[in-house]
């Protein structure tokens, strides 16, 4: 086994490091691009790979509702609007160079250097998953569906009343006439 | 994965939340900013079940016990994306109503509501 700087390389690692690297790159993306439309498919990207990286988590159905939710709904209805707003060439939004960007950059490498600093080296022992085979079944429907609907059945039923909220505010919001 | 270590995970969560944060104070177009909340959302998600698959916590007496501990993680995860729906519904209307009334998405142009 090849080991740099005290960390084990594992094929793993190396298949991490490669989504990882790509879903970091269109997250930059996200922000970076001028045009909403090349950020909204950054986006895309960026959440295809979350999937993965949750099927290697053993959370294969929160993997799936990703791939839908996120991918299918939410990605859907974000293009969904901007070509309802047509922000085409002549209506891109010219970004200013003003205060606000190398203060937002400072600001963010001071959080992540305080996170990092303060929370990340006292993981750096959890070095592999909890090894227990009894705990690989804890992502399937069944387990998930079990646990919602008995020790989580509350919050489910929140959660339920917070969307028919959610469905008739957007509904209310969007239209001219009622 | 076997292989490799919940510090690589966090990172990654990290480092798509602090670029969602920089996008939310940078960028200008309202959209943008609400796929920067996205993300931001997202990261939190990773370090959620990377959390929930690495720490599972060794059953003690009146804890939970390290099934329990593992669903809590996904279930809020469920509950994010939950919340996390129905937060762009209202906010996509919500600039759509901007939209209407002002025929401009520009955020620094907003302010109705500075006192």
Known sequence: MINVAGIEITPE????????TVAALAAIGVVAFNNAVR??????????????????????LLGISQVIVYTG????????????????APQILHEKWDFKRPAGIVLALVFAGLIAGQILPSLMSASRPVSNPALDAYGSPQAIGRTLFSTYVFPFEAVSILLLIGIVGSILLAKRRI | MIGVPLVA?????????TVGAVGVIVRRNPIVIFMCIELMLNAVNLTFLSFARYHAVAARPGGPSAAESMMAGQMMVIFVMAVAAAEVAVGL????AIFRLRDSIDIDEMSLLRG
């Open chain 1, 13 to 20: 690692l190396v298949a991490f490091g490669g989504l990882a």
């Open chain 1, 39 to 60: 950020s909204a498919l950054c986006l895309v990207v960026n959440f295809f790979l979350l999937a993965v990286l949750y099927f290697t988590l053993n959370a294969e």
């Open chain 1, 73 to 88: 709904a939410i990605m859907v209805l974000f293009l969904f609007v901007i070509m309802l707003l047509n922000l085409g």
């Open chain 2, 9 to 17: 995970y966090l990172s990654l969560g990290l480092f798509m939340f």
């Open chain 2, 93 to 96: 209307g919500i600039i759509m």
